[in-house]
């Protein structure tokens, strides 16, 4: 996790990096309360999101709203 810190600290803005296995989930299926980003760097994955599958590639960027439910799973 990367966030600034001091006066370059921003409560609302946070990147994370996480390398999935396949068939292993970013996370529980979820939602929150503020709009997120994200960004394949590499290989491919699927995205559930509100009860539809997915399929992400390498550069495939996905802007998930706040209240929308979502996972995603790595594929390789």
């Known amino acids: 996790m990367f966030e600034g ?3 370059a600290r921003f409560a609302e803005i946070g990147v994370n990096i996480h390398m999935l296995e396949p068939d292993q989930p970013a996370c529980l299926y979820h939602r929150e309360s503020v709009q997120e980003g ?3 760097l590499s290989g491919e994955c699927r995205l559930i999101v509100e009860g539809e599958e997915r ?5 495939d960027y996905f802007h998930c709203p706040p209240g929308t439910t979502h ?3 790595g594929k390789s």
């Open 5 to 7: 810190e001091g006066d």
């Open 38 to 40: 994200f960004l394949v």
């Open 71 to 73: 996972v995603f799973v």
């Open 55 to 59: 399929e992400l590639g390498q550069w």
